[in-house]
């Protein structure tokens, strides 16, 4: 069946707000600590989805199973992912946070292959795999020349970002009786529940002086680059389906290496850009349809 035009350019739009969340979080950081703002991006997310629920006369699920699920959930998508994120966009640019936290196809095809065996491995994804590494090796090995230093902290905070996207991928499935408003409404309470009394203690933002500047970066991130780009998000799993929608992860790379460096003014070396290509082109791969399966896990029924 053919997609209407306009779901193309939504999945485009996604991945415009999702590829500027790192600009927006990199100037937030400026005068916002890593844990206020990821506590403020679930909180202002939570508030908007819990509008949305109300709008569309729909409620939160109930039963502690349930929630037990949201909250594991919550710990890989967002509080573990975009609290490691926020510190280690203190470390390195916007451009190569970008690139390094799209890698979360590779990191699926990992747990994939070791762990779960859930779906069959094609011999593209391999390939796709194996390039991504390399891209990956390559600008770690850039920044390792110079000792271990910050920026090999914040690029491997990055990925472990990506790791923790994977686990949820996979973890998300679980799910599936939900409907989509009310499963990232249900994550961002819990990020925000556990995330909020901890900024509290160890931030204590009330002490905090940020900018305007910041101030609305960091609006911007929660409502714009996660409120709103989960329910995008979520549409698109109806109409484009998980495959088609996984391909914004290459195109959020791109577009958060560009806005990197031509609004921030950041710069990448040769080596660096040369691992970008590499770890976008390997995830490209990674989401095309599987032709010819591996041995390794089960066919799918």
Known sequence: MTRPSSEYALLGLLALLWGSS?????????????LTLAATRVTLAAVMLLCVLRLQGASLPRGWPIWRVLLIQACF????????????????DAALASVLNSTSPLFVFFITLLITRHEALSARKLLGAAIGVGGVATIVSHDLADGLDGSVLGAAAALFGAFLYGCAAVYGKRLSMLSPAASAAGTMLWATAVLAPV?????????LAPSGTAL?????????????????????????????????????????????????????????ALGCVFAVVGVALMIQPARKPLAVGRQAP
């Open 199 to 207: 900024a509290l203690i160890v931030d204590r933002p009330w002490t």
């Open 216 to 272: 609305g970066a960091a609006l911007t991130l929660g409502l714009a680059c996660t409120g709103a780009a989960l329910l995008l998000y979520f549409r698109l799993l109806r109409t484009l389906g998980s495959l088609g929608v996984a391909s914004q992860s290459y195109l959020r790379a791109g577009f958060g290496a560009v806005l990197g460096v031509v609004v921030l003014g950041e710069r990448l070396s040769p080596a660096m």
């Open 77 to 92: 998508n967002s509080i573990g992912a975009w609290s490691i994120l926020a510190w280690g966009q203190t470390q390195i």
């Open 22 to 34: 790192y600009l927006f979080g990199k100037v937030a950081l400026t005068d916002i600590p890593p």
